[in-house]
C-alpha cells in the first residue's frame, strides 16, 4: 500500500530551524508532483510549497525566501526546510502527492492531491 509518512516536526523558539521529511512507500517521486501544506488551530488547511517532477518549486508568499522544498528521488523523500521560523508558523505539516508531472496553478489546493501523511506538528514559541 502507497503510504506517505512525515517526521522531523517539533518545538523551536522563533528565528530557529527545522527540516521535515517525508518518506514515500510505493511512490516513483519522478513521476509525481508534491507539496507540503500546513493546518494551524482553526484555520484552513494551506499551500506552502510544491515541487514538479522536474524539480521546479512554488511557494506561498508567506513563507517565500524562509523555506525551501526539495526532493531526493533516489531515497523516495520530499524535504522542507524551514528558517527564520516565527509563531504564525505553528501548524501541523502535511506532505501530499498526485501522480502527475506538473503541480500547476491549482497547486495549493487541497483537491488537487490524491495522497496525503498524518502530519507532523510544528511548534515555534516567541
Known amino acids: 500500500q502507497d503510504q506517505l509518512k512525515e517526521s522531523g516536526g517539533g518545538s523551536v523558539q522563533a528565528g530557529g530551524s527545522l527540516r521535515l521529511s517525508c518518506a514515500g512507500s510505493?511512490?516513483?517521486?519522478?513521476?509525481?508532483?508534491m507539496a507540503w501544506f500546513r493546518q494551524a488551530p482553526g484555520k484552513e488547511r494551506e499551500g506552502v510549497a510544491a515541487?514538479?517532477?522536474?524539480?521546479?518549486?512554488t511557494y506561498a508568499e508567506s513563507v517565500q525566501d524562509r523555506f525551501t522544498i526539495s526532493k531526493d528521488t533516489a531515497a523516495n523523500t520530499l524535504y522542507l526546510q524551514m528558517r527564520s521560523l516565527q509563531p504564525e508558523d505553528t501548524a501541523i505539516y502535511y506532505c501530499?502527492?498526485?501522480?502527475?508531472?506538473?503541480?500547476?496553478?491549482?497547486?495549493?489546493?487541497?483537491?488537487?492531491?490524491?495522497?496525503w501523511g498524518q502530519g507532523t506538528q510544528v511548534t515555534v514559541s516567541s
Open positions: 510505493g511512490y516513483r517521486y519522478t513521476d509525481y508532483c
Open positions: 501530499a502527492a498526485v501522480s502527475r508531472y506538473w503541480c500547476g496553478g491549482g497547486w495549493n489546493s487541497q483537491s488537487a492531491y490524491d495522497d
Open positions: 515541487i514538479d517532477m522536474d524539480g521546479s518549486t
